[in-house]
């Protein structure tokens, strides 16, 4: 037992450090158009940089319709976390949800078809939760919040799968992801009055198809083992 101690503690200090910490599989950058979408360029919330290590990297963006008419006018949130040195800026984000209120409802894994021949899976949550409205009253809402993570040279939308694949990538071939968690949400709107919400009443399918269709415009433009695929030119 002594020797199997002293033997880990000897690998532990005489193992190179893990390289490729600084090699991240996304660019840091959502464009300003997506289709009849605009940008609207976000900052990340104060506990977001309360709660994680400074050199935690954002690009967040809320895209709506251009157009002043709300009957045909969508609104759709979308993000990108990138981790420094501390692989705590990437979590688990069911936790956070539950956390701010939110009720997961259901959980699925979806293909979406980047190019031909070409998907990425991603995990797409379906929340409800009764949150405070204007008039003092709460008001039940829906929503659909899709999600999955960006290693080097690896995706996926499964947490425990992002964990091992780090972990054996550093154990067996000394390489450290600098991982990035990529999310999109948009609200299920057609319980909603569009003069309240904002935007056109929105089936859960409906709010399905324009988050795909925004994973699909978006990722050949910053995540980069998609860009790299003569296929698909930005």
């Known amino acids: 037992m002594l020797a199997f101690v002293l033997g880990t503690m000897w690998l532990c200090v005489a193992s190179p450090a893990p390289r490729g910490g600084a090699d991240a599989g996304v660019i840091l950058s959502l464009p300003p158009r997506v289709g009849l979408l605009t940008g609207v360029p976000k900052k990340p919330d104060a506990v977001e940089l309360k709660l994680l290590p400074t050199d935690t990297e954002f690009a967040k963006m ?11 006018r969508d609104i759709a949130h979308v ?6 040195a501390e692989s705590r800026s990437i979590h688990r984000p069911e936790v956070c949800l539950t956390g701010q209120g939110w009720t997961i409802e259901g ?19 379906a929340l409800s939760g009764e949150f405070p409205v204007t008039d003092g009253t709460t008001r039940r809402l829906r929503t659909h919040y899709v999600y999955w993570f ?7 939308p499964s947490h425990f799968e992002r964990l091992w694949h780090g972990t054996c990538d550093a154990v067996l071939h000394n390489v450290n992801h600098r991982w990035a968690y990529v999310s ?9 009055d ?3 919400s904002g935007e056109r009443r929105r ?16 990722v050949p433009q910053f995540q980069k083992d998609f860009i790299s ?6």
């Open 203 to 218: 089936t859960d399918v409906q709010t399905q198809r324009l988050i795909a269709y925004l994973v699909q415009q978006l």
């Open 184 to 192: 999109l949400m948009a609200a299920v709107t057609e319980d909603l």
């Open 229 to 234: 695929n003569p296929a698909i030119k930005p």
């Open 62 to 72: 809320t895209y709506v319709t251009a157009t002043h008419d709300v009957l045909e």
């Open 150 to 156: 960006v290693g080097r040279d690896f995706s996926t």
């Open 79 to 84: 993000s990108i976390v990138l981790s420094g």
């Open 194 to 196: 569009p003069k309240v």
């Open 107 to 125: 959980s699925t894994i979806v293909p979406v078809e980047i190019a031909p021949g070409r998907i990425l899976q991603v995990r797409d949550l």
